[in-house]
């Protein structure tokens, strides 16, 4: 049976919390972002990030010795993999979106293409892993 070397990753939530004099809320928060000190800082365990997958590698070696595997995106970080699927989704919609719409014949290449970025995106929303080729769970 094959060996797998495989990083995976939680994120702790730091956090300060720090006064700001500003004339309005949005400069406070300006200025609470550009605040480069953080002692002090605490973090919050109670927050932690789900456990995702960072890196695999085949065999027993050292992490980073050989290529990186391609990871499926459904054992990612739910955040990023919300991130990464915005991209395709605006790309679909952006083809319906034109002025003169779409040709019947335009219209049959892009639906496929539609349904499969919605049942991702889908998946992605029910924490499940990614849709197979036919669209099944």
């Not at 049976?1 to 809320?25: D, G, H, K, S």
């Not at 990030?49 to 050989?66: F, I, K, N, R």
């Not at 219209?107 to 029910?126: D, E, G, M, T, Y």
Request: with cysteine; glycine share 6%.
């Amino acid at each position: 049976m094959p060996l797998f070397t495989i990083e995976t990753t939680y994120r702790i939530p730091v956090y300060r919390q720090r006064r700001y004099e500003a004339p309005t809320l949005a400069e406070a928060c300006r200025l609470a972002i550009e605040d480069d000190d953080w002692d002090g800082s605490k973090e919050d365990y109670e927050c932690a990030g789900e456990t995702h997958v960072t890196g695999a590698w085949p065999g027993a070696v050292d992490p980073y010795s050989v290529p990186l595997l391609a990871v499926p995106s459904q054992f990612g970080e739910t955040l990023q993999r919300k991130a990464d699927h915005f991209t395709e989704l605006l790309a679909q919609l952006t083809l319906v979106a034109q002025p003169m719409g779409l040709s019947a014949q335009d219209f049959a290449c892009w639906l496929p293409s539609a349904h499969s970025a919605v049942r991702k995106a889908n998946a992605i929303v029910a924490a499940a892993r990614d849709p197979d080729e036919e669209g099944q769970l």
